[in-house]
């Protein structure tokens, strides 16, 4: 199986203040929200992609910090 190197934090922060991924900007916006799906949700990339729905996903609150966040769930 091929695994390819983890992005490093240098490059995630150069992505990330580039304008194609600016959340100013509508294309900027889906973008980001692409991007972030498939590095926090898609272990191999988009293959499973078309099969997600909304109902895979969870709105939680960290206990650390209040803030919310998005949660995968199994069905």
Known sequence: ???H???????????Y?????????PQGLFNK?????RM????RGNENMHSMTKDMFQVD???NTGRKVMKKVCL
């Open 17 to 25: 203040t580039r304008m194609h991924l600016a959340i100013t900007t």
């Open 1 to 3: 199986m091929l695994h």
């Open 5 to 15: 190197p983890i992005i490093s934090d240098a490059d995630l922060k150069s992505l």
């Open 40 to 43: 926090f949700f898609c272990r």
């Open 61 to 63: 609150t960290d206990e």
């Open 33 to 37: 929200v692409q991007f972030d799906i």
